[in-house]
């Protein structure tokens, strides 16, 4: 069955960087778009970023242009989000997501706490 399953996240501080991971299996992972979605204490879940099976990248919150990049290496069925220069308001707990014949499927999340 479809697994995704994030690792990366972390305690750091302000103007810090984390690298999150998503690995997946149970699907063709270079077929498929992946995203990152992230939930903050109280708000809704946010689309943060989308990439293509072919690597074409779009970041959809305005909130980190120019500091959060995602990527994708097919041959290890694993999905990035680099994030540079955090924020507080960066805190959140951050998931990954594939949309596969009409259904979503979300890893646990990982939380990431942005913090001095």
């Known amino acids: 069955q479809v697994q995704l399953v994030e690792s990366g996240g972390g305690l750091v501080q302000p103007g810090g960087s984390l690298r999150l991971s998503c690995a997946a299996s149970?699907?063709?992972?270079?077929?498929?778009?992946m995203n990152w979605y992230r939930q903050a204490p109280g708000k809704e879940r946010e689309l943060v970023a989308t990439?293509?099976?072919?690597?074409?990248?779009?970041i959809n919150a305005d909130s980190v242009k120019g500091r959060f990049f995602i990527s994708r290496d097919n041959a290890k069925n694993t999905v990035y989000l680099q994030m540079n220069s955090l924020k507080t308001e960066d805190t959140a707990v951050y998931y990954c997501?594939?949309?596969?014949?009409?259904?979503?499927?979300w890893g646990q999340g990982t939380q990431v706490t942005v913090s001095s």
């Open positions: 997501k594939t949309y596969i014949r009409f259904t979503n499927y």
């Open positions: 990439i293509t099976p072919t690597g074409g990248t779009t």
């Open positions: 149970g699907f063709s992972f270079s077929y498929y778009a």
